[in-house]
Each structure stands twice: as C-alpha cells, then as structure tokens.
C-alpha cells in the first residue's frame, strides 16, 4: 500500500466512526419524483428538479435539436470559439425574467460563484455573507483575497453593526446572502439588506439556486421581495431542471466579468444540448406561473399535515441532530420508498444534521400525504428524542 493510499484509508475510517462517510449510489430517475435503486422504486423527495423539467418532453427535445445543429460539445473557452449563438438567446431570457439589463451563462453554478466573487472583490474589500451561505460563496469569498467576515443568518441587525465597524476600512464592500437557504428552506430579508447596501454604499449579491421557479412567480426572491439586488447569481441545475450557472446584473458588470471571471475565461463552453434545453426550461418558467406555484403548495400542505411551520419555500428540513440519527431516519422512509437523504455536517453546521425534504410540482397529494403518514410515524419521534 503507497502511503497515499494508507492516507486515504485512515481518513475514511475517521469519517465512518462518525457516521460522516458519504458514498455514491446509482439512481436511475424513471420519470418525474420517481427513481430507482439497487431494484427498488422510491418516490423522490430529495431532488432539486422543482417543476419536474429535468424529464420533460420540450427540454429533451430542445437538446437533441441543439445536438443536431450545433454538434455534441462546446469546443473551446466562450472567450475563444465556444460561444455558440444558443448562448446569447438564453442570456436575453434570463435577463428579461430577472428584470435586469444583462445576464452571463457560466458552467454551472458552483462555477458562476467561483469566477464572479473574485472578480468583483479583491484585497482592501470587505466580503459579509450569511453564515449559511453555500460553499460556492464562501469558497468564492475566501479565493478573492478580500476580508471575509459572516453575519448572523438572516440578521440584519449584526449586519448592519459589521458595516458600521468595517465599512469605513475597506475599498469596496460585497454583501453575499442566498434568496432561499438551500438546507433551511428560509427566505432572507432581502428588503433590509438591499437598504443596509444602500446606505452603506455595499453591493448585495444573492444566490437564489432555490427561489427561481419557486417564489416571487417564478422569478425569483427579488420579484419575492420587489427588490433589486446588484447581482444576482442563479442555477440552471435546479428548477430549470437542466444545467449551468449565471449572473444577472447590470450590462457593466457583465462586460466586466466577460473579462474577469477566471471559471468562465479558462473553461470551456457548455454543451449546445445544455444551453438549449435551458432555453426551453427558462421559456416554462416565465409562462407557466400555475406551474411553479405547486412546489411551495406541496410544502405548506405537507407542514399542515403536521402542524408543522408553514414554509416559505419548497424546502422543509426536519432537524435530528447527530449524523446517525439522520441516517437512520432516512433508512425508515426509505423502506417505506420514499427517497430523503440525510445531510449532514459539514454541509450543515454540527449537531444540526437533518432530513431535507423538497417538493416538487409532480407531486401528487398522494405522493405529499404518504410522506406526512411516514415522517408522523417514523421520524417526528426521533425528532423529540433529539429536542430532549
Ligand atoms: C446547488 C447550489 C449551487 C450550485 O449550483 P450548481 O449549478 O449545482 O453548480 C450554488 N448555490 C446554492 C445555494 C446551491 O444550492
């Protein structure tokens, strides 16, 4: 055994006596919420396919006709040749849905985090993000080289007493929260903090991977709110059901990040089946308003079901605490077939590992009333052990 090997082992049998072993299963999405593994059927309550589009009829069909015409791969760096003209209708529909002047289409969204934060900050700048902000951010954050300091989630307040501290230091000042938490399901304040950017001279950027599709008619947490944030980061991955990342904003900010982000410069274009197939999904998002209200009308009559807290997304965490309790609370409704994966540190903070239930809009009222018949029986026990 090389010791690379020796290193690898000792540091997965670490995570094992912790229950914080992750592996990877094969997943065969049937149709819809419904998957299959290892020979079992489950109906999926743990994807982030809000609307269902990831198996629909008009996204496949807009990828093999974008296959057909522009071939199977980007073939080089947008910068280069890889801009192929699916690129510019696609950012023109983005842009007109978030109401801004422009938008940019990265490899994904993880990767529009990771080239726009350094681009637009940078050392002598100051970073504030939410302490739950997504790894992307943070990662995007501390890759810039600015001081990076989190405020309380969702507290305005701190905020506003960081600003105060650190504000008059630094050049510039960037404000990173997410329009809906991705493990919590919240919505941030997003009129306070758009204030706090104004008199502070701050720009607010939001990731809003779960609001668009879902709230503010599809629009997003800005329409949500009525706000408009500087930036706006967003995915294609999720309920645009197919796959890449961008920015909406301001066309300066857009021609600047053409020339600064480093994930879109040096990496190479999406697939022509991708960008088309987005094209089709954002296309479904801006007509179909009825559509992309039944995410968050599964979740409330979910949280009814239970006397839960009504939701204020598509997203109800159930919170167990240790990772072990977690999983085993995910095994029960797994036998039941029902798909909720357990996420655990350090995806959430420590002590608050938890099952993440999404709904989607192919959910059936059946689909939504067998899940609260399960998670009353099996996992809301484990639930008071845990608040004990
Ligand atoms: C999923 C997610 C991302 C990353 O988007 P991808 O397109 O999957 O890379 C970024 N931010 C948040 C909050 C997310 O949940």
Redesign the pocket.
């Known amino acids: 055994m090389t010791s690379l090997d020796d290193f690898a082992r000792r540091k997965l049998v670490a995570l094992e006596s912790e229950s914080l072993r992750r592996s990877l299963h094969e997943s065969v999405s049937v149709s819809g919420q419904r998957l299959e593994r290892s020979g079992s059927g489950f109906v999926n309550f743990c994807s ?1 396919d809000y609307l269902g589009l990831a198996q629909d009829p008009r996204l496949k069909a807009a990828a093999v006709a974008a296959v057909e015409r522009y071939g199977a791969g980007g073939g080089a760096s947008r910068l280069v040749t890889g801009n192929h003209p699916l690129y510019g209708e696609l950012e023109h529909k983005i842009a007109a849905l978030k109401g801004t002047e422009a938008a940019l289409v990265f490899g ?4 529009a ?1 990771l080239g726009a934060i350094p681009a637009l900050a940078g050392e002598g700048d100051f970073i504030l993000a939410d302490e739950l902000s ?1 790894a ?2 943070i990662s995007g954050a501390r890759l810039s080289g600015a001081l990076v300091e989190t405020f309380r989630h969702n507290d305005a307040e701190h905020l506003r007493t960081l600003l105060l501290r650190h504000r008059g230091g630094a050049r510039n000042c960037l404000i990173l929260t ?1 329009g809906v938490f ?1 493990m919590d399901g919240d919505v941030s304040p997003l009129p306070d903090i758009v204030a706090l950017g104004r008199d502070f001279d701050a720009w607010v950027m939001t ?1 809003d ?2 609001g668009l599709g879902v709230i503010g008619e599809g629009r997003g947490s800005a329409t949500h709110w009525g706000v408009s944030p500087d930036i706006q980061m967003g ?4 309920a645009v059901g197919c ?3 961008y920015i909406a904003a301001s066309r300066s900010v857009v021609d600047l990040l053409v020339n600064r982000a480093r994930s879109l410069i040096y990496a190479t274009a999406l697939p022509p089946a991708v960008v088309g197939a987005a094209i089709a999904g954002i296309d479904i998002i801006a007509h179909d308003k009825a559509l992309c209200a039944k995410p968050v009308a599964n979740a409330r009559a979910f949280a009814a079901a239970l006397n839960l807290a009504q939701p204020q997304s598509s997203i109800v965490p159930l919170i167990l605490g240790g990772a072990a309790a977690a999983l085993a609370a995910s095994n029960l409704l797994a036998e039941k077939g029902l798909m909720v994966s357990a996420i655990r540190p350090p995806t959430v903070p420590d002590g608050t590992a938890r099952l993440r239930i999404t709904f989607a809009a192919d959910h059936s009222s059946n689909d939504v009333m067998r899940l609260a018949d399960a998670v009353r029986v099996d996992v809301l026990p484990l639930m008071r052990d845990h608040s004990r």
Not at 108 to 111: A, E
Not at 235 to 238: A, C, M, R, V
């Open positions: 982030n994904s969204g993880y990767l985090n997504h992307c951010m997410e991705s990731d991977a779960h995915t294609l991955s999720k796959y890449g990342g």
